[in-house]
C-alpha cells in the first residue's frame, strides 16, 4: 500500500529526535506514514506555517497549542498535541565574564538550580546594567522556566533583567558578541556556546523542573479531528521512535543520524551529550545530569492535561492571558490524552490511568495506576520545593503573585 504522506515541521534541535528517528529508522513507514520533515529557522515560522496549514504536523514548544488556543498568536488557531517528545534537554548558559562573577558570589558548578539562582540574584543587584537573557520564543518552556528560575531566586524579570527573544541557532552568536548575557534552550545549543563561544552552563531544566515536557508534536484541531487514522499512527511512530532512542545501544546511531547537515548539522560528539547526559559546562568541566534527556521512560510520550494546566498558570502569571475558567478549560483541552490512550490500545502499551497528575512531591521514582501494565514516573520536584495541583491552579497562581 502507497504510504500516506505529511509534511512536517522541525526545528534544528535536539528533541526533534523522535520526529527525525519516526522518519529515518522506518517506525512512521511501519504505522504506513511518510514523513516529509521541512527544517525551518524559528519558533514563529513553525507557529505560523502550521496555523496555515503549510504543515499537517510539527514539532512545538509544548505551551504553543495553548497560546494558538488562546488567541496569543497572530493566527488564532485551536491547536493540539497528542504526543510529547520526550522531556528534559533545557539549560541556563551564561557568558564567561557573568559565570565568573557567579562564582565569585558563590555558584559552585555543580548546575543546581537553587545555589546558581542565589549567585545570579547577587551578581544582579550589584551590576550597573540591567543583564539581558534570551529565549527561543515568547510563549515557549524555556521563557516560563527562566522566569520561574529568576523569581525563585529574588529575580524579578522584567524588572530586575530583561528577556529578549532570538532563534535557537543564534544565541551562542549573541552571547559572544555581548548582544545576551545568557539564554535558555534546548541542546545542542547549550553545548555549541561552551565549545565555541566560552560559555558556561549555569544550571539545567533536570534540576529546575525535573521530568518536565517541553516540546511536543502540534496540529491544527481541525487537521487532527479530520484525520484521526493517521493521528494514531503518528502516536505510535513517536513512541516507538522513543522506545528505541531509549536504548543506550542505539545512542551511537541517533547521534549520528541527528548530526546529519539535514538536521542539527554539528558534530555527533556534541549531539550525543544530550542523550548521555554528560555535558562539559564550561573551563574543562563535565558533569553527568541525570535524566537530562528521557525520550521513553516515566510516560514521557503522554500528554499530561496538567501540564498544560502548569503552562497555563505561567501566562497568567506574566500577563498573557486572564485567568479564568474558561481559559484554564481551554488550556486544558489542548492537550489530548484521550487520542494517544486510543493509538496505543491495539498494541496494550502501558499508559497512565488519569489525565491529571500533581507536580513537586515525587523525590523518587514511583509507580502510579496505568492501563495495560504498570508504569513508574520519575521524580518531578521543582527547585524551590513548590508543588504544582492542578484541582488548585487559582490558589497556585495567587501563591506566585504573592511570591513576586
Not at 566560552?198 to 479530520?226: N, Y
Request: glycine content about 8%; charged content about 15%.
Amino acid at each position: 500500500m502507497p504510504l500516506t504522506h505529511l509534511t512536517a515541521g522541525f526545528l534544528p534541535l535536539f528533541d526533534s529526535v523522535l520526529l527525525v528517528l519516526a522518519q529515518e529508522k522506518g517506525f512512521a513507514a511501519a504505522e504506513g506514514l511518510e514523513l516529509h520533515l521541512i527544517r525551518e529557522t524559528s519558533w514563529a515560522n513553525i507557529r505560523d506555517r502550521a496555523a496555515i496549514g503549510h504543515f499537517d504536523i510539527a514539532q512545538m514548544l509544548a505551551p504553543m497549542p495553548l497560546a494558538a488556543s488562546l488567541g496569543l498568536t497572530p493566527i488564532a488557531t485551536p491547536m493540539i498535541t497528542p504526543v510529547v517528545l520526550g522531556l528534559g534537554n533545557n539549560a541556563i548558559t551564561v557568558s564567561a565574564d557573568i559565570w565568573k562573577a557567579m562564582a565569585d558570589q558563590g555558584a559552585q558548578g555543580d548546575l543546581a538550580a537553587g545555589p546558581a539562582g542565589a549567585a545570579l540574584a547577587r551578581v544582579v543587584a550589584g551590576s550597573s546594567r540591567k543583564l539581558r537573557f534570551g529565549v527561543v520564543h515568547q510563549t515557549s518552556s524555556h521563557n516560563y522556566e527562566l522566569r520561574y528560575w529568576l523569581a525563585a531566586s529574588g529575580i524579578m524579570p522584567d524588572r530586575d533583567v530583561e528577556i529578549v527573544v532570538l532563534p535557537p541557532p543564534l544565541l551562542p552568536d549573541a552571547l559572544s558578541t555581548g548582544g545576551i548575557d545568557g539564554y535558555c534552550v534546548g541542546e545542542p545549543w547549550n553545548s555549541i556556546g561552551v565549545a565555541t563561544k566560552g560559555a558556561h552552563i549555569a544550571t539545567v531544566k533536570a534540576s529546575i523542573w525535573q521530568s518536565s515536557p517541553d516540546k511536543v508534536i502540534g496540529m491544527r484541531a481541525a487537521w487532527a479531528d479530520e484525520h484521526p487514522d493517521q493521528v494514531s499512527a503518528l502516536i505510535r511512530a513517536i513512541y516507538n521512535a522513543g522506545l528505541w532512542c531509549a536504548d543506550p545501544a542505539n545512542q551511537d546511531e541517533a547521534a549520528r543520524i541527528m548530526s546529519g547537515a539535514a538536521y542539527l548539522d554539528t558534530s555527533s560528539e556534541i549531539v550525543a551529550r544530550a542523550l548521555s547526559g554528560m555535558l562539559d559546562i564550561g573551563g574543562g568541566v563535565t558533569r553527568q545530569v541525570p535524566d537530562h534527556f528521557i525520550p521513553h521512560a516515566y510516560a514521557a510520550n503522554f500528554p499530561w492535561k496538567s501540564h498544560a494546566l502548569w503552562y497555563y498558570s505561567q501566562m497568567v502569571r506574566w500577563g498573557e492571558v486572564t485567568a479564568s475558567a474558561e481559559n484554564a478549560a481551554l488550556a486544558a483541552a489542548c492537550f489530548r490524552p484521550d487520542l494517544y490512550r486510543t493509538a496505543l490500545a491495539p498494541v496494550s502499551a502501558a499508559v497512565p490511568a488519569a489525565d491529571y497528575k500533581a507536580d513537586g512531591a515525587r523525590a523518587e521514582p514511583g509507580e502510579i495506576e496505568a492501563l495495560n501494565g504498570r508504569l513508574t514516573m520519575g521524580p518531578d520536584l521543582f527547585f524551590d520545593g513548590k508543588i504544582f495541583d492542578p484541582a488548585a491552579v487559582d490558589a497556585y497562581i495567587a501563591s506566585q503573585r504573592q511570591s513576586g
